[in-house]
């Protein structure tokens, strides 16, 4: 049951319409940092970054320095195969 729990958490971080487009468009990209998904997105570097904070509480993404920059992954396995699932699907 605490699995349950666990991915019930995680699915509703997903949930939200914004968070759910920096996973895709995480997945999406090469080398993904905080500047590149405002500017993709549409939105401001704060509600990004605010986004990203949640995503990364709940163990869904990582992020690692790359020289000036912190680049975003998806950590969790789960949530991965579900993006690129959707992501599938949306270019079939």
Excluded at 18 to 45: D, P
């Amino acid at each position: 049951m605490d699995r349950i729990v666990q991915m019930s958490t995680m699915l509703k971080a997903c949930g939200h319409p914004l968070r759910l487009r920096i996973l895709c468009a995480i997945e999406n990209g090469e080398e993904t940092c905080v500047s590149e998904l405002w500017n993709c997105l549409g939105q401001s570097q704060p509600v990004v970054s605010q986004h990203l904070a949640v995503l990364k509480r709940k163990g869904i993404v990582c992020s690692q320095v790359k020289g000036n920059k912190r680049v975003y992954s998806i950590a969790n396995p789960f949530i991965k195969n579900l993006i690129n699932k959707l992501l599938e699907d949306e270019r079939t």
